[in-house]
């Protein structure tokens, strides 16, 4: 079984932590809320396999903050949702919109600032 897939997944996930202005979460502060060691959590990204008392509590960490377990085991999870909605999706939600927000901000003030130089301001 080829579990590479589920290690990117995971590692993609811990990008996705961040609250918006944060810095993306490193391999170490995911060891620390963990509590599993860095080399569990870099083994579990590059492979997607570890011990299963480890990847069960990896696995549990993003369960509990609203990540949906088929969409990071199943191979092919183009048609199954990253999230379940449920009251702790809701935080992550918020989060997503909030980054969606900032950048549609940043658009639209770069706009201005192109439009208030042609119009000379």
Same mark, same amino acid.
């Given at each position: 079984?080829?579990?590479?897939?589920?290690?990117? =997944?995971?590692?993609?996930?811990?990008?996705?932590?961040?609250?918006?202005?944060?810095?993306?979460?490193?391999?170490? =502060?995911?060891?620390?809320?963990?509590?599993?060691?860095?080399?569990?959590?870099?083994?579990?990204?590059?492979?997607?396999?570890?011990?299963?008392?480890?990847?069960?509590?990896?696995?549990?960490?993003?369960?509990?903050?609203?990540?949906?377990?088929?969409?990071?085991?199943?191979?092919?999870?183009?048609?199954?949702?990253?999230?379940?909605?449920?009251?702790?999706?809701?935080?992550?939600?918020?989060?997503?919109?909030?980054?969606?927000?900032?950048?549609?901000?940043?658009?639209?003030?770069?706009?201005?600032?192109?439009?208030?130089?042609?119009?000379?301001?």
């Amino acid at each position: 079984m080829n579990t590479e897939y589920i290690g990117k =997944r995971l590692a993609l996930l811990r990008e996705e932590l961040a609250c918006p202005g944060e810095q993306k979460w490193s391999q170490a =502060r995911m060891a620390a809320e963990t509590g599993l060691t860095q080399n569990v959590i870099s083994n579990m990204e590059l492979s997607g396999s570890a011990r299963i008392e480890a990847f069960m509590d990896y696995l549990i960490f993003y369960q509990k903050r609203g990540y949906n377990l088929n969409w990071i085991l199943t191979p092919e999870n183009h048609n199954i949702s990253k999230m379940v909605f449920n009251e702790a999706a809701k935080v992550v939600d918020v989060r997503t919109v909030l980054v969606e927000l900032e950048n549609i901000k940043q658009t639209v003030d770069n706009e201005i600032n192109r439009v208030a130089q042609l119009v000379g301001h």
